[in-house]
């Protein structure tokens, strides 16, 4: 009975930890979905904004440093 019971409780635990990492694999895509269009969005802004003031020359090297900053974080 005792190893019965055992079974019954690894199973409970199990089916847990499954939901809470279910829970947090949810969180985690829907957070990295979030950082990705934000992400989008400021370097939209950010190649936007500054061409008015600036010449379009520096654009090409900063945009791809800002990419790889963003894909790295």
């Known amino acids: 009975m005792g190893c019965y019971s055992s079974q019954i409780l690894f199973y409970v635990i199990y089916r847990l930890v499954g939901e809470i990492l ?3 694999s949810s969180i985690m895509a ?3 979905i979030l ?3 934000s992400c ?3 370097i939209i802004v950010s190649g936007n904004l500054p ?3 600036l010449p379009p ?3 090409p090297k900063k945009r791809k440093k ?3 900053l ?3 974080e």
Do not use: E
Request: some cysteine.
């Open 66 to 68: 800002f990419l790889g």
């Open 22 to 24: 279910s829970d947090i």
């Open 40 to 42: 989008s969005i400021s």
């Open 70 to 72: 963003c894909f790295l």
């Open 51 to 53: 061409s008015k003031r």
């Open 30 to 32: 829907f957070s990295i």
């Open 57 to 59: 020359s520096p654009f």
């Open 35 to 37: 950082f990705s269009i």
